[in-house]
């Protein structure tokens, strides 16, 4: 098996390779404090030995409800929102079929999403869709009291009760939860839902390799098993025994922290395959939310090449100078679709008869980072050999791996989220909720 792998050649006319070895060693030093639990936010590092420790067993446990959701459902609806959503949505969607949900005779149950947002009319176009569907939901919050997903789940299992009955309901529900607090532990315990825990010491968004993430994917009929091999594979490769001259995530935490002092503030994860729109989502999350905090951080957007390049191309090209890219490159496609010959040429594409669509895609990227360079935009590239469970494991334990050193080097505390509160309290104070008195009366002084 080939390892995904990291190229920073491109980012040496903007940093100095000698600061980049010279911060190695904080590199390994922020690696080491990760393993050794001392660093800021260690009561949140399950996720660092998480691959090497799910067992065979978990794993057939949550293959067998995913069979049972699939055996029952055409349609399971993923309920949760950002660590609680985002990995399994990245996941499923960079390796499902694009088309596979307009079929009729599909294979796999089609996975939607709700609870990631309070759209009024999302939720009721979703109920609309369900209504004729045999449907199940997979419910999953860390805290169990997250308003938006509660309030889809609320609506969504009376519904689901409404259409089948209350038994039957309780077959096709699952919960995803603390394991011994919050409102939706307490609901699935009194209603004997199937229930998987996400460890204490695991927060939202590095919980992609839990049931959180597993769970949704095995019911889209991906390889969990692989998903596991890969993350194994780069746990083994990221650990601080490995040289930093081998050690991808050090490299890449390093790099990344070498650009934002040079005033290279936002990083964009740009992509040339389209499937991969939502791992950029997941990674936005993991890395806004690990480091955007006291008033310092890198901040994280994303886009899809070459689709983007025809909207943000420009200001990428000719705008502030204050981006790098880091470009998510599969190394071969899936599948081949070749350059058909036309008599006329209108279009003036003979000269291309005969090769393959990709090596369109591979030119289009390779000419973008040249020309992004030239115009003052540092590059590093990662390299995926394939599109599947195995490399994708990789990719989200690699990333994950960074975001943990990264932010020890930024000197933030990587594994907590403190800033999401403010909106809460503000929106608790608005719709007058128990409790949110006080705040309600401050609030009204100030609209
Ligand atoms: O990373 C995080 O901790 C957050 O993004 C959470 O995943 C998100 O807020 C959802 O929380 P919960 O799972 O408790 O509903």
């Known amino acids: 098996m080939e390892k995904i792998s990291l190229n920073i050649d491109k980012v040496l006319s903007f940093v100095n390779k000698a600061d980049i070895e010279k911060n190695a060693a904080l590199a390994k030093e922020c690696n080491e404090t990760l393993h050794n639990g ?17 067992t065979a067993e978990q794993l057939q446990d949550i293959q067998e409800t995913a069979d049972r959701l699939r055996d029952k459902c055409e349609v399971v609806v993923v309920v949760g929102i950002g660590g609680s959503y985002l990995g399994a949505k990245a996941v499923i969607e960079a390796l499902s079929n694009s088309f596979d949900w307009l079929e009729k005779d599909r294979k796999n149950p089609v996975v939607v ?49 409404d259409a089948v009955g209350k038994d039957e309901a309780k077959n096709r529900i699952v919960a995803v939860t603390d394991a011994a607090r919050g409102a939706l532990h307490t609901l699935a315990k009194n209603e004997g839902y199937k229930m998987y825990v ?21 019911v889209a009929g991906l390889d969990i098993s692989k998903l596991i091999e890969g993350a194994v594979f780069m746990e083994e490769n990221t650990k601080p ?3 930093f001259e081998e050690n991808i995530a050090e490299q890449y935490a390093v790099t990344r922290n070498e650009l934002y002092k040079k005033g290279k503030k936002i990083e964009i994860l740009a992509n040339f395959n389209p499937k991969l729109h939502f791992l950029a989502e997941w990674w936005k ?8 905090k006291e008033n310092k951080g890198i901040f994280n957007a994303s886009v899809d090449f070459t689709t983007d390049l025809h909207s943000m191309g420009q200001w990428i090209q000719e705008g502030e100078r204050t981006i790098f890219e880091t470009v998510l490159s599969v190394a071969r496609p899936a599948n081949s679709v070749l350059i058909t010959s036309d008599p006329e040429d209108l279009d003036g594409l003979n000269y291309l008869i005969g090769k393959n669509v990709d090596y369109v895609n591979k030119m289009a990227e390779l000419g973008t980072q ?29 990333f994950e791996k960074a ?15 403190p800033g999401v509160e403010a909106y809460k309290k503000n929106m608790f104070a608005l719709l007058e909720k128990p409790g949110f008195e006080k705040e309600s009366e401050e609030i009204k002084k100030r609209i």
């Open 38 to 54: 001392t660093g800021k936010g260690n009561d949140f590092l399950g996720w660092l030995d998480l691959p090497s420790s799910v």
């Open 198 to 218: 996400i460890p204490d010491n695991v927060g939202g968004r590095f919980s992609v390799l839990t049931p959180v993430g597993l769970l949704p994917i095995a």
């Open 403 to 417: 975001c943990g050193i990264s932010g020890y080097i930024l000197g933030v505390n990587p594994f907590d989220q």
């Open 241 to 243: 025994e490995i040289p």
């Open 285 to 292: 999350q993991l890395y806004g939310e690990s480091e955007g």
């Open 370 to 398: 040249l020309a992004h360079v030239d115009g003052g935009v540092p590059n590093i590239k990662i390299e995926i050999p394939d599109l599947n469970e195995y490399y994708l494991g990789q990719l989200i334990y690699f």
């Open 113 to 161: 999403y709700a609870g990631q947002n309070i759209g009024e009319d999302y939720l009721f176009e979703l109920m609309n869709y369900l209504s004729d569907k045999s449907f199940g939901i997979i419910n999953i919050s860390k805290s169990g009291t997250t308003t938006e997903p509660a309030l889809a789940f609320r609506i969504l299992r009376k519904q689901l009760e």
